[in-house]
Each structure stands twice: as structure tokens, then as C-alpha cells.
């Protein structure tokens, strides 16, 4: 099961608007509406950031949304602020009860 | 609030093996199915398995099938990870991690158990 493909890095300054790809196949990020996405700063846990592709969970802020189009999936963070500094990761359902994460991409806010 | 504890740090010779513990606290243990998944030092997530805290079934990535073991105790609200044959690749922080069924997400993760194998 290969990982599901992002970019290494990508950034932004304060106030922009960045966008990170996550790329599967049909038989996982596009067969299924359960792409989830993941912020990780250094040594810490990760944490939820969306669910259900589209789904932002209680105390997430609306600056954080996700999209999904054919095998590929979006996270866009809006309004960049130093704080979202971090490695985010999405991760799909891949059937039989199988999970896959992608590779990983730091975000740096310039 | 949800909490999940993991067990200390482990320091392994290569071939032996390691059994990392979790241990789950303020919400219903047997509600939700438990993953594990690691990161070795520097590198992406990756997705171990899951249990099924109610009834024990398992299910383990192909990577690792055969070498890993998955346990729960319900009474201790505990669950277990045991990797065999350890290698120096397995150097990781393990985590396990509380998974939402309904929408199929991660919703807490613990703070994770490094484990590094050294000869």
C-alpha cells in the first residue's frame, strides 16, 4: 500500500492563503468520502483537523477547509497565521478496513 | 475529558521484540475500536492496524502482518501493540489512536512511546 502523495514543503506569508494536495487513486482517496487531514507540530501528537473530506470538527477554525476533486484531495488554510506552522498529513480510507497516510508536508509561514 | 497513556520509552536490541501499552480513559473503552499507527524519526505517519476493542478482532497493515500483535483488556480499558524481530526501521514513536467509526476519522491520539532498537 503506497503512500498517498504531497508535496515536501509548501508556504506562505501571514494573512495569505495556501494549498495542499494529497493524491490517491480510485481506491482510496477517490473511492471514498473519508479523507481526513492532520497538523503536527515538532514533537507533539497529531491532531484532526477535517474529516469526511469536507468536515471541520468542533474548535478547528474556519480558516481550514478541505476539497476533494477525482483521485485528489485539498487542505486550504486561508488567513495563514504563524501558529499553523506545522507538518500536515492526510489520510484515506483505502477499503477492507485499511487506512493509508501521505508522505507528509511542512508548511512554513514566511 | 478522553486521554490515552501510553507506556515509556523502550530501548531493544535488534531481534527482540516490544510491547508498547495504552492505556484509555474517559469514555466508554469498548465504544470505539483502537489504531496504531508510528513515525520513525523525521518521517511520515504510518498506519499500523486496529483492534476492535469489544470483541479483539483485529486487522494489520500487510507490512507488518505477522509480526505484530494486537491485545486489548477490557477491564484495565487497556490495549497492547507487541512487534517482533525487531530492526533498526522499527525505531519509531508508536501511537495509538481513538478512531470515530461514524465518519472515519482519528480523533485522540496519544502522546506516543518512543521505541528504538540499538544494538
Known amino acids: 500500500q503506497s503512500a498517498l502523495t504531497q508535496p515536501r514543503s509548501v508556504s506562505g506569508s501571514p494573512g495569505q492563503s495556501v494549498t495542499i494536495s494529497c493524491t490517491g487513486t480510485?481506491?482510496?482517496?477517490?473511492?471514498?468520502?473519508?479523507v481526513s487531514w492532520y497538523q503536527q507540530h515538532p514533537g507533539k501528537a497529531p491532531k484532526l483537523m477535517i474529516f469526511g473530506v469536507t468536515k471541520r470538527p468542533s474548535g478547528v477554525p474556519d480558516r481550514f477547509s478541505g476539497s476533494r476533486s477525482g483521485n485528489t484531495a485539498s487542505l486550504t488554510i486561508s488567513g495563514l497565521q504563524t501558529e499553523d506552522e506545522a507538518d500536515y498529513y492526510c489520510?484515506?480510507?483505502?477499503?477492507?478496513?485499511?487506512?493509508?497516510f501521505g508522505g507528509g508536508t511542512k508548511l512554513t509561514v514566511l | 475529558q478522553v486521554q490515552l497513556v501510553h507506556s515509556g520509552a523502550e530501548v531493544k536490541k535488534p531481534g527482540a521484540s516490544v510491547k508498547v501499552s495504552c492505556k484509555a480513559s474517559?469514555?466508554?473503552?469498548?465504544?470505539?475500536?483502537m489504531h496504531w499507527v508510528r513515525q520513525a524519526p523525521g518521517q511520515r505517519l504510518e498506519w499500523m492496524g486496529w483492534?476492535?476493542?469489544?470483541?479483539?478482532?483485529?486487522k494489520y497493515s500487510q507490512k507488518f502482518q505477522g509480526r505484530v500483535t494486537f491485545t486489548r483488556d477490557t477491564s484495565a480499558r487497556t490495549v497492547y501493540m507487541e512487534l517482533t524481530s525487531l530492526t533498526s526501521e522499527d525505531t519509531a514513536v508508536y501511537y495509538c489512536v481513538r478512531y470515530e467509526t461514524s465518519d472515519t476519522y482519528f480523533d485522540y491520539w496519544g502522546q506516543g512511546t518512543l521505541v528504538t532498537v540499538s544494538s
Open positions: 483492534i476492535n476493542t469489544g470483541t479483539g478482532d483485529t
Open positions: 474517559g469514555y466508554t473503552f469498548t465504544t470505539y475500536a
Open positions: 480510485s481506491s482510496d482517496v477517490g473511492g471514498y468520502n473519508y
Open positions: 489520510c484515506s480510507y483505502a477499503g477492507s478496513y485499511t487506512f493509508v
